[in-house]
């Protein structure tokens, strides 16, 4: 069924993406709330460059982020002077790539779930004696969770079929890098199409459940704005 | 104690530009057509318009002045929207109890028991918010606002999204809250026939600038205002119910030193009352009638005609300390020869009442 390399890859996999769609959520949240809320006059650049990773190739990412990695770029020298040694083909490299590709399916769910709810429940708190994080944690927060649902599991499902950045910036190092996906090709490349079911499945399983469960859980979800 | 406001702001496109103080007792209503500045007046007071220019203070407690603002979960208001704003993801019981769990345990003055009981809501406790009804979700609101025990209570029309039942269901409560909890009440209203059922003191808005501020008895009886022109215009007289005719089911109201009988015995002797008496049911006699079968027949002195419209003339009357408006025709005006300073007998046709135990 599946091989110990298999195995690896898995956990691997459900390791980086359980990390990322927890520090999305938490990079995520006030950066929603910040897009919803401003009314600064360049906010749409933000929002734009939020949304990028939508549009472009993950090959174009990951090609950026290992030119970044590398300790002979700038980024890679203030990383090292802090002591944050060179990040390609490592896991922190890996989890830094699927934090910035997976960001827009975390803050677009959470800025249209925000944005929907207006601003008077919040002024409704606050003439209730909320102060600003007291009622953004127990008004906003709670009012917006079908929005926190969303984010958290398309987060979740898109890091899980990450396929481009990780090839540029993790390669495929097993125990390491090596994630699901990798494996997969890996498997179709030495045309053992047993083992690459197995995978394949497994994950399409995992998908179509997370969404399954989207969707019980609130019948009017939208995935993304309209 | 009193709240003074001095507010010259722009509020995104509307131009505030106020200065007034509102007696730090009983209920104000701040009254104006639509687009007036009413809710945005409202709103500043309670700080919710963070961008406001201006100086509050609320008795000794400056709460807006150059360099400071009071932000205003910090301001110690209740505040009722328009549009009842319950949070939904809380039951009703936790809607009442979020602002209640705010306050520390001695600035408790309002039992929530006190507020369910008053509002009749100990049978909504459990209810989820989307399962109420437009009256149910405004007596939340106001028992929610209730139960920071407010010091001053903002009310945006809180009648307006219901209809004229639910109105008069929640009118009495209203009143009752006030009278219970000696609390200030500022109420934003367009509508006359509550301003003059409830209002102690109003304030007359429009486009952004105060037009006048004053009792209420006082602003809606005053000639040159546009209030006693209105084709609902009345008059008020606080009285106090002095006698009950169980025979013929009618009880008797006393007003300085006149008399008023109104059908219906809403109240029984030495309570307060409100009577309030349309322009247009009040008609003039130059002698007392005595075959009429009106039964308030009130000796008056003209105080002042005002000016024809359409043929109709509002006449002021002074009947003790109180004004009385009648709304008659200029024809008749030239018929009795009325002019100030006359002596002529009042005859109310017909009289409303807003008081404690309700409404008749």
């Known amino acids: 069924m599946f091989s110990e390399g298999d195995l690896q890859a898995l956990w691997i996999t459900l390791r980086l993406a359980l990390l990322s769609t927890l520090l999305l959520l938490i990079i995520g949240t006030p950066l929603a709330w910040w897009l919803a809320r401003s009314r600064w006059r360049w906010r749409f650049l933000c929002e734009a460059l939020v949304a990028l990773p939508l549009v472009l190739p993950p090959t174009v990412l990951g090609f950026y982020l ?29 989890l830094i790539g699927s934090i910035i ?28 004696r909320a102060s600003p994080l007291d009622r953004f ?27 481009g950045v990780v090839l540029m910036i993790g390669g495929n190092i097993p125990g390491e890098t090596r994630v699901a996906s990798i494996a997969i090709y890996d498997h179709v490349e030495a045309m053992d199409y047993a083992s690459a079911h197995w995978l394949a499945g497994l994950l399409l399983l995992i998908s179509f459940l997370l969404l399954v469960l989207v969707f019980a859980g609130n019948k009017r979800l939208r995935l993304l704005r309209s | 104690m009193s709240i003074s406001a001095q507010f010259d702001t722009w509020l995104g496109e509307f131009h505030l530009e106020v200065d007034f103080t509102l007696p730090g007792s009983g209920i104000s209503a701040i009254y104006g057509p639509s687009g007036s500045g009413k809710t945005s007046l409202l709103r500043a007071i309670a700080g919710l318009e963070h961008h406001s220019q201006g100086q509050l203070v609320f008795g000794q407690e400056y709460w807006q002045k150059p360099g400071l603002f009071v932000p205003p979960h910090r301001r110690p208001v209740g505040y009722v929207f328009q ?5 939904d993801h809380l039951d009703v019981q936790g809607n009442l109890e979020y602002g209640w769990h705010r306050i520390k345990q001695k600035q408790r003055r309002i039992s929530l028991q006190r507020i369910s009981e008053l509002l009749d809501l100990g049978a909504l ?123 013929f089911q009618l009880c ?21 009352a409100r009577l309030l008496i349309a322009s247009r049911d009040v008609s003039l006699a130059l002698s007392k009638p ?7 027949i009130v000796p008056a002195v003209v105080e002042a005609i005002n000016a024809e419209q359409a043929g109709s003339v509002t006449v002021s009357l002074r009947i003790g300390d109180n004004i009385l408006l009648s709304r008659i025709t200029s024809k008749s005006v030239e018929q009795l020869a009325l002019r100030a300073g006359m002596s002529v007998f009042a005859q109310v046709k017909s009289i409303a009442l807003s008081g404690s135990t309700g409404t008749a």
Do not use: W
């Not at chain 1, 927060?141 to 990450?162: K, Q």
């Open chain 1, 137 to 163: 944690l127990t008004v906003a927060v709670p009012l917006a969770r079908p929005g926190f649902i969303t984010a958290a599991v398309l987060g979740f499902a898109h890091t899980l079929g990450e396929f």
């Open chain 2, 290 to 296: 005595q075959d009429s079968s009106i039964l308030n």
């Open chain 2, 252 to 272: 008797t109201y006393r007003c300085g030193n006149s008399e008023f009988i109104v059908p219906g015995i809403a109240h029984q002797p030495g309570e307060p």
């Open chain 1, 101 to 128: 590709y997976s960001l827009p399916f975390v803050v677009q769910p959470l800025q249209a779930a925000f944005e929907s709810l207006g601003r008077r429940p919040m002024e409704a708190a606050a003439t209730l």
């Open chain 1, 66 to 94: 290992l030119l970044a990695f590398s300790t002979d770029s700038g980024v890679g020298k203030l990383l090292a002077s802090m002591g944050i040694g060179p990040l390609a083909f490592t896991f922190t490299g890996l």
């Open chain 2, 125 to 247: 406790a459990k209810r989820r918010t989307d399962m109420l009804s437009g009256g149910e979700r405004q007596r939340v609101a106001i028992g929610r606002a209730l139960a920071v025990s407010p010091q001053l209570l903002l009310m945006d029309e809180p009648l307006a999204s219901l209809d004229q039942r639910r109105r008069d269901e929640i009118l009495p409560y209203l009143l009752s809250l006030h009278r219970e909890f000696a609390l200030p009440i500022i109420y934003v209203s367009h509508d006359r026939t509550e301003i003059s059922r409830l209002a102690d003191h109003l304030l007359l808005l429009d486009a952004g600038r105060v037009i006048a501020s004053d009792n209420c008895q006082h602003l809606l009886t005053r000639l040159d205002l546009p209030l006693a022109h209105e084709e609902s215009a009345n008059s008020i007289f606080d009285a106090v119910a002095t006698a009950v005719d169980q025979h």
């Open chain 2, 83 to 87: 549009e009842t704003s319950l949070f």
